[in-house]
C-alpha cells in the first residue's frame, strides 16, 4: 500500500526552530511536496524535492533521504504567522499525488 | 491576483439534494483536480481532467461526478448528496507536463449536509 506519515500536531515558540518529519512508503517516487495551509485559506507550495539533500528558501528548508523514505521541513526563526498546517505529499509512480494528514504548527509568543 | 476561484464558500444542503461545486482558474492550466479534506485524513483525491470533456477517477470517486466543458472551469456534482459527504471540498489546477507539477488551489467549499 501508500502511506504518507506525519505528525498530527506541534506547538512551538516564537523565535525558535521546528522540524517537522514526513515518512513516506508508495509505489515509486518522483518527487515530495510541502505545502502551507493556513486555517480557512487554500494550501500554497512551499518546497518540492526529487533528490536526497537539503533545499533551503529563506527561513524555511525541506530535506529529502530516498532510501529511508524520509523527509523533514525546518522552520527557523518562528513568527506568529507561521501557525498553519503543512501539508507533505508524494509524487509515486501512478502520477496520483499522496498526501498526508498534515500537521498543525501552533506558535506561541 | 485570485488564480483558483470555488464559487461557494459555504454551502448547506439536504440529504438527497443535487449539489454542483464550481472551480474556475485564469491561469490556461490543462489539468484540474477536487479533492477532499478531513481530518485525520488528509486531502483524498476526488477525480481529476487533463483536458477539456475529459475526466478521470481519483482514489475516491464513489458519490460523485465530474463536468469539464471548457478549459477554465471544473464542476463537482453530487447527484444524492449524503450525510458522509458533509467536508471541505479542494479544487487545484496545475499546467500540463511529465512529472511533479505544482498545485495551485483554491480557498476551499466546506459543504454540510444535513
Known amino acids: 500500500g501508500q502511506n504518507i506519515d506525519q505528525p498530527t500536531e506541534m506547538t512551538a515558540t516564537e523565535g525558535a526552530i521546528v522540524q517537522i518529519n514526513c515518512t513516506y512508503q508508495?509505489?515509486?517516487?518522483?518527487?515530495l511536496f510541502w505545502y502551507q495551509q493556513h486555517a480557512g485559506e487554500a494550501p500554497t507550495f512551499l518546497s518540492y524535492n526529487v533528490l536526497d539533500g537539503l533545499e533551503e528558501k529563506g527561513r524555511f528548508s525541506s530535506f529529502l533521504s530516498r532510501s529511508k523514505g524520509y523527509s523533514y521541513l525546518l522552520l527557523k526563526e518562528l513568527q506568529m504567522k507561521d501557525s498553519a498546517s503543512y501539508l507533505c505529499?508524494?509524487?509515486?509512480?501512478?502520477?496520483?499525488?499522496?498526501f498526508g494528514q498534515g500537521t498543525t504548527l501552533q506558535v506561541k509568543p | 491576483d485570485v488564480k483558483v476561484t470555488q464559487s461557494s464558500r459555504y454551502l448547506v444542503k439536504r440529504t438527497g439534494e443535487k449539489v454542483f461545486l464550481e472551480c474556475v482558474q485564469d491561469m490556461d492550466h490543462e489539468n484540474m483536480f477536487w479533492y477532499r479534506q478531513d481530518p485525520g485524513l488528509g486531502l483524498r483525491l476526488i477525480y481529476f481532467?487533463?483536458?477539456?470533456?475529459?475526466?478521470e477517477k481519483g482514489d475516491i470517486p464513489e458519490g460523485y461526478s465530474v463536468s469539464r466543458e471548457k478549459k477554465e472551469r471544473f464542476s463537482l456534482i453530487l447527484e444524492s448528496a449524503s450525510t458522509n459527504q458533509t467536508s471541505m471540498y479542494l479544487c487545484?489546477?496545475?499546467?500540463?507536463?511529465?512529472?511533479?507539477?505544482?498545485?495551485?488551489f483554491g480557498a476551499g467549499s466546506r459543504l454540510t449536509v444535513l
Open positions: 505529499a508524494v509524487y509515486p509512480s501512478t502520477g496520483k499525488l499522496i
Open positions: 481532467s487533463y483536458d477539456v470533456k475529459m475526466k
Open positions: 487545484a489546477s496545475t499546467e500540463r507536463g511529465t512529472g511533479a507539477n505544482v498545485l495551485t
Open positions: 508508495t509505489s515509486g517516487f518522483n518527487g
